[in-house]
């Protein structure tokens, strides 16, 4: 017997854009990994089985400082649901659609010149309204300045 098969990827990078008061601009792009989570969720949705009360939208960017280990990544496990480290920042996300790309969401938020001024980050994940992670990231030190700006653009593809 011959089975069907057709898989349905979410793959998805994060564009971290650097703004600074003196008018430089920096971009840096990274991988994200989608967490079993956020996958089982997609499974749960498309079968109707999420329950009276719907919670599994993205409802915020979290920001945490146990991202690397001695300098190094720490690699992230689609097993994970949680954060290496401390959540050191939550912020809220915008949603928006690329009408070029309609299986592609995009999920924004943004890091003040006023806010987090002397913390180091270098983990950080999509995190929905149930408090389950849908997927995240690992990356270098990053110690946030007043003289920053930071641009979140965390991009989820339907493949």
């Not at 079968?47 to 991202?67: K, L, T, V």
């Not at 996300?93 to 890091?111: E, K, M, N, R, W």
């Not at 010149?113 to 995240?136: I, K, R």
Request: hydrophobic letters at 40%; aromatic letters at 12%; glycine letters at 8%.
């Amino acid at each position: 017997m011959n089975e069907i098969y057709s898989p349905v990827k979410c793959k998805g990078d994060v564009l971290m854009l650097i703004d600074w008061k003196d008018g430089r601009h920096q971009r840096k792009f990274y991988r994200n990994t989608v967490l079993k989570t956020g996958r089982r969720v997609m499974a749960l949705m498309l079968a109707n089985q999420i329950g009276d009360a719907f919670s599994f939208y993205i409802s915020r960017m979290i920001f945490g400082d146990g991202g690397t280990d001695g300098g190094v990544k720490n690699y992230v496990s689609a097993d994970r649901n949680g954060l290496f480290g401390t959540v050191r920042l939550a912020k809220p996300v915008i949603a928006s659609f690329d009408s070029f790309l309609p299986t592609q969401v995009i999920f924004t938020s943004t890091i003040k010149f006023e806010e987090a001024v002397g913390l180091t980050l270098n983990e950080m994940a999509l995190q929905m309204s149930n408090g389950d992670l849908y997927s995240m990231i690992t990356f270098s030190d990053f110690t946030k300045t007043e003289e920053m700006s930071v641009t979140w653009q965390w991009r989820l593809n339907f493949i």
